[in-house]
T-cell receptor, first 113, second 116 residues
Framework: GENVEQHPSTLSVQEGDSAVIKCTYSDSASNYFPWYKQELGKGPQLIIDIRSNVGEKKDQRIAVTLNKTAKHFSLHITETQPEDSAVYFCAAYRGGSQGNLIFGKGTKLSVKP | EAQVTQNPRYLITVTGKKLTVTCSQNMNHEYMSWYRQDPGLGLRQIYYSMNVEVTDKGDVPEGYKVSRKEKRNFPLILESPSPNQTSLYFC???????????????FGEGSWLTVV
């Protein structure tokens, strides 16, 4: 079945620097890859997503890239701010009758002022 | 406002005492699911429901039950809780089971459950 690996598990950056989180997936049939941000005490919220027919997608300071051949995708956050501090999850859509997401184990991002 | 509401948010219970975590969504979504979140393991799906009266096991269903008698509600039932079910639980809903930008998955705020 599908498996999603996420690295690093923790990431600390200085405010204003960039942060990159990487994920790999195993099922070549996966075609949808969302990223979620989970702030302390809250549920995960979708921040950006990408489909397998697109190589890159940007939304202001965040971007996601997808390399379908290598089966990996990455989240890029530029000009980081303290409010970017959170746990980030990547996910791959499993498809089929179960039709749900397989999540990576999460990356705790800390942005130091 | 689009919402997934879970209750209770925090609960400490004893081994073997049946409990129910309620979940309700106000978006008329067909697809609902339950996840548990544990340190180092991320989010794992417990059960899901494609529509009313249609439920199925996810990846970690042991020790849990669900029901879907109405479209908006999807309660999670622990018939005989054990300490290994101590976890943070999330209910989620989406329009359908499909994966696409138009089918955002909405999560509740989470329910912290401790079984002693």
């Amino acid at each position: 079945g599908e498996n999603v690996e996420q690295h690093p598990s923790t990431l600390s950056v200085q405010e204003g620097d960039s942060a990159v989180i990487k994920c790999t997936y195993s099922d070549s049939a996966s075609n949808y890859f969302p990223w979620y941000k989970q702030e302390l005490g809250k549920g995960p919220q979708l921040i950006i997503d990408i489909r397998s027919n697109v190589g890159e997608k940007k939304d202001q300071r965040i971007a996601v890239t997808l390399n379908k051949t290598a089966k990996h995708f990455s989240l890029h956050i530029t000009e980081t701010q303290p409010e970017d501090s959170a746990v980030y999850f990547c996910a791959a859509y499993r498809g089929g009758s179960q039709g749900n997401l397989i999540f990576g184990k999460g990356t705790k991002l800390s942005v130091k002022p | 406002e689009a919402q997934v509401t879970q209750n209770p948010r925090y609960l400490i219970t004893v081994t073997g005492k049946k409990l129910t975590v309620t979940c309700s969504q106000n978006m008329n979504h067909e697809y609902m699911s339950w996840y548990r979140q544990d340190p180092g393991l991320g989010l794992r799906q417990i059960y899901y429901s494609m529509n009313v009266e249609v439920t199925d096991k996810g990846d970690v269903p042991e020790g849990y039950k669900v029901s879907r008698k109405e479209k908006r509600n999807f309660p999670l039932i622990l018939e005989s809780p054990s300490p290994n079910q101590t976890s943070l639980y999330f209910c989620a809903s989406s329009l359908t089971s499909g994966g696409s930008s138009g089918n955002t998955i909405y999560f509740g705020e989470g329910s912290w459950l401790t079984v002693v």
